[in-house]
């Protein structure tokens, strides 16, 4: 059995972390063309730049390689656009939950891992393909079930507040 698992990132999520930028970009390029009128100039640039921020955003937040290390008991979380590593034992981690969120296809499965009674770390099934492997992976960690979060535990993770009991 391997003795570490690095995420795998779906590809629809590198389609968009890759072209939606450049999608963006495309646009604001387009609107110094003469071809619209100033009215329509301004609202192509508004839309292309306002498209690109949040995607650059989006890309900023979440595009992070995990490795699971089963040998050294670490999660290492590496921001693939900042370079920055965060490192964490399995022992300074109190366990981790599950989460089912509803969407347009379905449900997608989304394991936070719980600190300080927090919900801490994210690994959603809408961007990493071998999320069910990863959760296999955090079989050394405590498995605290499965969480439904409403509206009151939406704002408490939006804003680091204590979670669980």
Same mark, same amino acid.
């Given at each position: ?105 379905? &449900?997608?499965?989304v394991l936070y891992? !719980?600190?300080?009674? *927090?919900?801490? %770390?994210? =690994?959603? $099934?809408?961007?990493?393909?071998n999320l069910d ?8 960690? &405590? ?5 439904? !979060?409403?509206?009151? *535990?939406?704002? %408490?993770? =939006?804003? $680091? ?5």
């Open positions: 059995m391997k003795s570490s698992v690095t995420s795998r990132f779906r590809i629809f999520m590198l389609i968009m972390w890759v072209f939606a930028p450049l999608f963006g970009f495309f646009i604001c390029f387009l609107t110094m063309s003469g071809v619209f009128t100033p009215a329509d100039k301004y609202i192509l640039l508004g839309t292309g730049l306002i498209h690109f921020l949040i995607l650059l955003l989006a890309l900023w937040v979440h595009a992070r390689r995990i490795t699971i290390d089963g040998d050294t008991r670490t999660i290492t979380f590496r921001n693939l656009v900042t370079r920055k590593e965060e490192l964490y034992s399995f022992d300074e981690l109190e366990g981790f939950v599950e989460v089912f969120i509803s969407t347009k296809g379905g &449900k997608v499965k891992l !719980i600190k300080n009674r *927090k919900f801490h %770390k994210k =690994l959603s $099934g809408s961007i990493y393909s492997e990863l959760q296999r992976a955090l079989a050394p960690i &405590k498995y605290l079930g499965v969480e439904k !979060i409403g509206l009151v *535990k939406g704002v %408490k993770i =939006l804003f $680091g507040q204590p979670i669980l009991k």
